[in-house]
DNA sequence: CGCGCTGTATTATGGCAGTCAAACAGCATG
DNA sequence: CATGCTGTTTGACTGCCATAATACAGCGCG
């Protein structure tokens, strides 16, 4: 029952992160439990938890087992650092190359 | 056998795209064969074929069966068009959230 | 303590995308 | 017409993604 453009746990993933670092999920908060995101955006409980699951490895995501998983502290801010330079790093690049090909100036895009 | 975060036939379809924009295969010369653009690439000559035919199917390269594949007239222009459209209205909007999100400014980006 | 919430592990199933190997089909040239 | 190039079709195999149904493990509160 597959066939997305971009995986499922890589979507919720986003949707995560978004939340962390415009403050929807301040530090320090309670994150949606693995069940009640999965009913909320109709998904799979064990697919909301790898979604997760890449957070704690990082230590964005604080667990209390039988609680629920919180913000840590500073994981809006090292979040944002971490995607920025990923960004510039590996995609900016391949995005620029791509424009330069097809003749599109970056500041005409980003001054409108 | 696959792993890789960008599928072949995708990045091939890139490689002649790019090839008949910036003039590489200029128009109404043969493409480079199946087999050969596989060898040359190291990947199976099914793979390239694949790629091929996304081409074939918006009418920018046509078929002589036993002959090869012919870019077709006003290929190029047509094909930075379109590219061109597709980028402004799927992917360019996505990065610019993106970048929005992660606090990135012009001057980050042009200080190249 | 027991009930209800939390995250986690196990196992099995289904589907789809990507890749490949081998055989098939069309055209040109010697 | 046979050789050698072209593109094309068929069938199969693999790995990832997502799902489901259980069962287990930790914590808090009445």
Known sequence: M???????????????????????FPEGTMLPSVRALAAEQGANPL???KAYQQFQLDGLVE???????????GAAERLRRSEREAFLANEWPQIRARMERLGLVAKDLLTT
């Not at 667990?63 to 502290?73: E, L, N, P, S």
């Open 2 to 24: 597959a066939g997305h453009s971009q995986p499922v746990y890589l979507k919720l993933r986003d949707l995560i992160a978004a939340g962390i670092i415009d403050g929807t």
């Open 47 to 49: 697919t909301v938890a």
């Open 63 to 73: 667990v209390q087992r039988g609680v629920g998983m919180f913000v840590a502290r």
